[in-house]
């Protein structure tokens, strides 16, 4: 009876899934944002800051992990 329920409200995922789907977007929003800046306002000096452990560790890290929560989200079986 519920399966019949969700085919027919026409959502491909059910409340749960879209709340992970939501978790792993927002992981990879912050991992994206703490990627950003470093840069010079000129072009001609070097800005060592763009090597700092947040560009280039913690934030792949960060999307990673999100890209994996969205997987998961994609492939879990909904409960019945």
Known sequence: MDN???QASGFV?????YIILLIGMAFI???F???SGGGS???????????SFRRIT???V????GFGIEIYAIM???KN
Not at 42 to 50: L, M, Q, S
Not at 62 to 65: E, P, T
């Open 4 to 6: 019949k329920q969700n």
């Open 13 to 17: 995922f059910e409340k749960q899934g």
């Open 29 to 31: 929003i912050v991992g």
């Open 33 to 35: 944002m703490l990627m």
């Open 41 to 51: 306002d000129d072009p001609k000096v070097f800005n060592p800051e763009i090597f």
């Open 58 to 60: 913690l934030a792949p």
């Open 62 to 65: 960060v999307v990673m992990i």
């Open 76 to 78: 879990r079986k909904p």
